[in-house]
C-alpha cells in the first residue's frame, strides 16, 4: 500500500499552488457564524465547499440543514466495509475580524507574506479542514481510491459554540458514524515539534449585567447618591478572584481531576519559559496560579477570564454620567470533570450572594462545551504518531489542549470512539486575534501527513 | 420703572407660542461639540444665533473664534453707564445623544408632549440660554430699551469643559466686563421651588487604560497565566473605593471645607427621601458615604464616577479572547478648595502604586474645572430672589449645585463679580440622558423672572 501514498503525496507536491489559491477562494468569503448580518456568507461558504467536494468525486455531498447554520457533508466510501471509516470534522465559519483591531491587511482578502497567510480563518478552521479535503482528492486523483472510508463533516457555527451539532449528529448517527474522529484546529509550539492533543477544555459561557437607575444619569446631579452600576460591577468582578488568583466561586474546583505526578512529569517536557510565553504574548510578566507551572495553567487547570467589558459612555469627549447600566462576557475554561452547567449554577448563586441591594444583576449563560480526555496508548492515537514521524518528519508530542472544541466531547459520547486532534497550526498564529495566518509548509506538511495517516489506519486493521 | 417690566411680560405672553417655535428650530440643529464629525452643526448654531441676535437689534453681534469652536457674542448697552451690566453667559453645545440609547422620539426633532419640549438640548442649555434672549426682545420690542446694560456671551465648548474659554475671557475682558454674571443652566426640584444656586462642584475627568498582550489572545490557549487587562482594571478600579464608599485615593479629601452645622440644617431643609430619591432615579436602594444626606452627597461632597468602560467584545454571541487592553472614563466632582490638578497627581500616584507588575497602566487628563463657592446675602442675590417671587411667583431657596459649570469659577476670579445661577430646568429633566426635556410653563415663567431680574438690578443700583 506504500504506492498509493507514495503516488498521492507526489500529487499533493505538484498541486501546492493550486492547492493554497483555491484556500484564498474560501478566505476571502467571511462567513462569520456569530452575526446574523453574514449570514448569507455563511451559505455562500457552504455552497463553495459543496460544489468543490462534488468535483472531486466525494459522494453524497450535500448542504444539510440544521436550526442554525448548515452542515457539509461528504463522503467516500470505496475501501469497502472491512476497512476503518475516519469522520473528519471541520469548521467553516470564523470569528469576526476588523480593520480597526490592528489588521496590517484587510482580514478577508488573504495575503501570502514572508512563508504566511495572513486572514481570517487561514489557521482556524479554514486552512487545516482543507488539509483532508486535498489529502482525499491527493488519493483519488492519482489511485482512484483512499486506504480507508472517510467521511467529512463541516459545521458552520463552532464558533458560537456549535448550538446545532448535537441534534444534527445524533439525528444522523448512522450516516455519520466512523470508527475514529480527525480533527484539524488545534496547533503545536514550533514547526519541528508537532503535537497530538488527547485532552481539551470545557467552557461555561455568560454574560452579566448590571442595572442601576432606569436612564443613564447626569452625574453632577445624581451622582454620589447611587451605586454607579459599572462600578457595582467592578466589585463583584473583584470577588471572582482570590488573592492567589485562584478563583474565588464556592465549589468551583470540586470536580477538578487532580493530575497525577506522571502527567505533571510529562507537561513539564513542554513547559514554556516564562522569557518564551513574554514574547510570544507581549505581556510584561506572567501571571496566574502559582501552583502551576506555565503550561498546566493553559492546559489542564480551568480559568475564568473576562472577555468584553463595557457600560455608559465609550466615545471621544468626556461625558458625564452615571450609566444606567454594565455588563461584561466570562468565560470559564473548564477540565475533567467539570460540568458546564453546575459551573453556571455556581457562578450565578454567587454572583447572586455578593450583589448588592442598590443594584440589580442578571446572570445569562450564553453557551457551554465539556471538557474531553482520551488515552494516547490506543492504535489510532499511535497511528496519528506515526504519520506525523513520516509524513511530518518529526515524532509528536502528546498534549492536552487548553483550547475548546465542543463538539469533541459529544462525538465521543455518541459514537464511542476516540477523537485524534492533529493540529497544524502554530501556536501564535494569532487565531482569534488581529493578523492571524498559517504557515504555508505547514499546509503542505500537513496535506502528506494527513495522506500518511490514513494509509496508517488501514495497517492497523490489516494487522 | 414697573412700567417697562410690564409691558415686556405681556409682550412675552403674547408672542408665547413664536418663542417656543424658534427654539424648535435651535433644537433641531446637533451641535455636538464632543465629536469632530458634528463641527458644521456647531457652526450652523453660531450662526443662527448670530443672525438671531442681530434681528432683535442687539449691537456687535459676532462669531467670534476660539482656538476651538467659537463664542457668539452680542450687546445691548443702552442702559448707559450708570446703570449695571448683566453678562448673560450660556451655552449653545449639546451632548451626545442616539435613539439606541432609549429615546423615545428623535433627540432633533424637538416634540411637545404633556407640556413638555424633548430634544437634547431642550433644557441644557439651549432652553435656558433662549430665555435671556427673549427677556431682552421683550424690552427692546416694547419699551425700545431695558432697565440695564447685557452682554451675551454663548460658548460652543461648556459640554467638553470649556477648553477655549477661560483665554477668550481674558483676551476680551474690556468687551465682557459686567457686574454681575447670569447663569440659566442649573435645576429646581419642583416648579414651585425655585432655586438660586451659590455654589457649584468643580470637576477632574480621566481615562484610564490597562495595556496587558499585545493583541487580544485566544482565551484557551493562552488564558490562565496571562493577567487579563480587564481583570486588572477591575482590580484597580476597586481599590478607588473603601468599604463605606468614601473615596481611598490618599489625601483626596485634605482640602475639603468642613460643611458647617449652620450649612448642614439649611441643606437638610431641602433633602430627599430616600423615595423621592428612589422614584427619580428608578435605582433598588440609595447608596453613598452614611456620614452625609442624600442632598450633602450629591451636591456639597466630592463623588468619583466611572462614566464608561470598555474592554474586549462586546458584539453578539461569544467571542473568547483575553482582551489586550480595558479603559474607562472616570469623573471625580469635587468641592471648595480642592485644586483638579492636585486631585488628578493624586489619582494618578495612587494608581501607580496600585499596579501590578503584570500589565501598564496610563491615566490620562482628559479635562479640568475649578468648584466655585459664592455668599448669598449680596444684592445681586437678593435682586434675583425678588425676581423669583414676583416673576415666577414663588420664593426660591438658596441652594448648592451638584453639576459643574467650570467656566463660574473662572468668571468669577477673572472679573471680580458674583455669578448668579437661576436654573430654570427641573432636577429631572433628563439632561445628558435620553428624552431630555424642558417644561413649556418654565420656559415662559423663566422668561417672565428674566425680565423682571433686569428691573430688580436697575433698582438696586437707585437705591
Not at 16 to 32: G, Q, T, V
Not at 104 to 111: L, Q, Y
Not at 226 to 232: D, E, K, R
Not at 439 to 444: G, S
Amino acid at each position: 500500500m506504500e504506492e498509493l501514498s507514495t503516488a498521492a503525496r507526489q500529487y499533493s507536491r505538484e498541486n501546492a499552488e493550486r492547492f493554497r489559491l483555491e484556500l484564498h477562494e474560501m478566505l476571502r468569503i467571511p462567513s462569520l457564524s456569530g452575526d446574523p448580518a453574514h449570514a448569507g456568507d455563511i451559505r455562500r461558504m457552504a455552497a463553495w465547499l459543496d460544489e468543490h467536494m462534488r468535483g472531486l468525486g466525494l459522494d453524497n455531498v450535500a448542504i444539510m440543514p440544521t436550526a442554525g447554520h448548515p452542515v457539509v457533508y461528504g463522503e467516500w466510501l470505496g475501501a469497502g466495509p472491512d476497512k476503518p471509516t475516519v469522520l473528519v470534522y471541520g469548521h467553516y465559519d470564523v470569528v469576526p475580524a476588523l480593520m480597526e483591531d490592528g489588521w496590517h491587511t484587510d482580514p478577508f482578502e488573504p495575503v501570502e507574506k514572508d512563508g504566511k497567510i495572513y486572514a481570517r480563518g487561514a489557521t482556524d478552521d479554514k486552512g487545516q479542514l482543507f488539509i483532508h479535503v486535498k489529502a482525499l482528492e491527493s488519493y483519488l486523483k492519482t489511485a482512484g481510491r483512499a486506504p480507508v472510508n472517510v467521511k467529512m463533516l463541516l459545521e458552520g457555527e463552532e464558533e458560537v459554540s456549535s448550538p446545532n451539532l448535537v441534534p444534527f449528529i445524533k439525528e444522523h448517527l448512522e450516516l455519520l458514524r466512523g470508527d475514529v474522529c480527525i480533527i484539524s484546529d488545534t496547533s503545536m509550539r514550533s514547526i519541528e515539534e508537532p503535537a497530538i492533543l488527547h485532552s481539551l477544555r470545557g467552557m461555561t459561557y455568560v454574560e452579566i449585567e448590571v442595572h442601576g437607575p432606569t436612564d443613564d444619569l447626569h452625574s453632577g446631579l445624581w451622582g454620589g447618591a447611587v451605586h454607579n452600576p459599572a462600578l457595582a460591577l467592578v466589585e463583584i468582578l473583584g470577588k471572582l478572584y482570590n488573592a492567589d488568583n485562584t478563583i474565588a466561586i464556592p465549589g468551583f474546583y470540586d470536580d477538578v481531576v487532580p493530575l497525577t505526578a506522571d502527567e505533571r512529569a510529562m507537561i513539564a517536557k513542554t513547559d514554556l519559559t516564562e522569557e518564551q510565553y513574554k514574547a510570544s504574548t507581549g505581556v510584561p510578566a506572567v501571571w496566574g496560579d502559582a501552583a502551576f507551572n506555565i503550561r498546566e495553567r493553559i492546559a489542564a487547570r480551568p480559568t475564568l477570564d473576562i472577555n468584553g467589558l463595557w457600560s455608559g459612555w465609550t466615545g471621544p469627549g468626556p461625558k458625564t454620567i452615571v450609566p444606567s447600566k454594565a455588563g461584561c462576557k466570562i468565560s470559564s475554561r473548564l477540565v475533567g470533570n467539570q460540568d458546564p452547567h453546575k459551573i453556571f449554577e455556581l457562578l450565578k448563586s454567587y454572583v447572586a450572594s455578593i450583589t448588592p441591594p442598590t443594584v440589580t444583576v442578571e446572570v445569562r449563560l450564553i453557551t457551554t462545551g465539556k471538557p474531553a480526555l482520551f488515552p494516547f496508548d490506543i492504535p489510532e492515537m499511535q497511528a496519528a504518531s506515526l504519520a506525523y514521524e513520516k509524513g511530518w518528519g518529526a515524532t509528536p508530542v502528546f498534549t492536552r489542549g487548553g483550547g475548546s472544541i465542543p463538539v469533541v466531547a459529544e462525538i465521543a459520547d455518541l459514537m464511542g470512539i476516540p477523537v485524534v486532534m492533529m493540529g497544524y497550526g502554530l501556536d501564535d498564529d494569532g487565531l482569534h486575534s488581529p493578523n492571524e495566518r498559517f504557515t504555508i509548509e505547514m499546509f503542505h506538511r500537513g496535506i502528506e501527513t494527513a495522506i500518511v495517516y490514513l494509509e496508517e489506519l488501514a495497517r492497523m486493521t490489516d494487522q
